[in-house]
């Protein structure tokens, strides 16, 4: 009887209205909220970038706090946050949001983030630096960033010798024939040399064998390692004459460049250099062997990690990245508290270029007051993104 009286009690009027807001007046107040957020959402969105579109950045600004109000973990809200902030005050400004944003998040926004390397790039570009713009402009181009791209492309032969280098450095022809035709007058023709062998072009290769029979030795050296890098077959036997040379730098260039060609003329002396005194010269002969599998180039660099010269650890620390990535970090990380300060700066450098693969690595990074572990930072967190 008890339990008729509670089916009875479930029909009631009085409960059957009750029961029915349970059942569909409370989802349907549930589901009204939610629309109300993404209208609030998508209003806030649309104002805001219709703000920046128009270079009213207070207004850009208070539309992306409504939207991230409206949706705290939106990561359009964030976008609109971010580049709001890098209009206002550059990469940093926006990089300052993201991580407030972020918080104890554990996994970040790589649309967002890319944005702010971006920013920080643009910006390195306009540094008075060595370094810090061509490392830029190269990361640029690299990612194939379409405003950057088109910029030197229009530029055309009215470019300027870092955006020239650039070009060539990713197989321009008209850049390669423009920097083999001023290479003579060229005040950097080391650095230029180094562009023709990281251009992959066969442009340049006739040029190079021609600076085979430079006075100066270390142009020379600098000529037989880029066609070495040029995979430049018929350059053996002009190479192979430099192996009797008096300068040892010159010899250990040639050694160097005709190991890469799959000659091993130069392999006994590169071996001997493995067994130096000096740990720059074991250094560089594990370089030059590091090019073919196997071999014991790894165990000297490993030893030359706890080296006493500094450079040598940080050459070494760079040389075992790739296969010994918790060695190399380790060393780097100690090398960031050296007295040195371009020590310290090249290690934050290897870190960001060879090392870091987490975010939150390179978002510190980023903040280096170095221009060129920044200018690094950027360029992997593009690279890691693509």
Not at 160 to 177: F, N, P, Q, W
């Amino acid at each position: 009887m008890a339990r008729t009286s509670v089916v009875i009690d479930w029909w009631r009027p009085g409960i059957t209205a009750a029961v029915l807001c349970l059942l569909f007046v409370v989802p349907v107040a549930g589901q009204s909220s939610s629309a109300a957020r993404s209208g609030a959402l998508t209003g806030a969105l649309a104002r805001g970038w219709a703000a920046l579109a128009k270079g009213d950045l207070a207004q850009a600004s208070a539309a992306a706090q409504e939207a991230v109000a409206a949706s705290p973990r939106s990561a359009a809200a964030l976008a609109l946050s971010v580049e709001a902030e890098i209009v206002r005050g550059g990469g940093t400004a926006g990089l300052d949001v993201y991580e407030r944003w972020m918080g104890p998040k554990r996994v970040d926004e790589a649309y967002v983030l890319r944005r702010i390397a971006t920013a920080y790039l643009d910006a390195a570009r306009q540094r008075n630096t060595v370094t810090a713009p061509i490392d830029a402009l190269q990361a640029l181009v690299d990612d194939g960033d379409p405003a950057t791209v088109a910029s030197l492309a229009e530029a055309g032969p009215k470019a300027g010798i870092v955006e020239t280098r650039v070009m060539a450095s990713h197989g321009d022809a008209s850049a390669v024939r423009k920097l083999i035709a001023g290479l003579q007058t060229d005040p950097d023709r080391l650095r230029t040399i180094k562009v023709l062998a990281d251009s992959g072009s066969q442009l340049a290769i006739p040029t190079l064998l021609a600076m085979l029979s430079s006075t100066r030795d270390e142009e020379r050296g600098a000529a037989a390692d880029a066609l070495g890098r040029l995979g430049a077959q018929d350059a053996v036997s002009r190479i192979k004459p430099l192996l009797a040379e008096s300068n040892f730098g010159l010899r250990a260039s040639a050694a160097a460049a005709l190991y890469r060609l799959g000659d091993n003329s130069g392999a006994a002396f590169l071996e001997q250099m493995m067994t130096s005194e000096f740990g720059a010269l074991r250094l560089d002969a594990a370089e030059a062997l590091s090019v073919r599998p196997g071999g014991g180039w790894q165990d000297v660099a490993r030893v030359l990690t706890s080296d006493p010269d500094e450079a040598v650890r940080l050459g070494a620390a760079r040389l075992l990245a790739p296969y010994d990535r918790e060695l190399a970090e380790r060393v780097l990380e100690q090398l960031q508290q050296s007295g040195n300060l371009a020590i310290r700066e090249e290690a934050g450098r290897a870190i960001a270029e060879h090392v870091a693969n987490d975010f939150a690595t390179l978002r510190r990074l980023l903040r280096s007051p170095d221009a060129g572990t920044s200018v690094r930072a950027a360029a992997r967190i593009l690279e890691l993104t693509r």
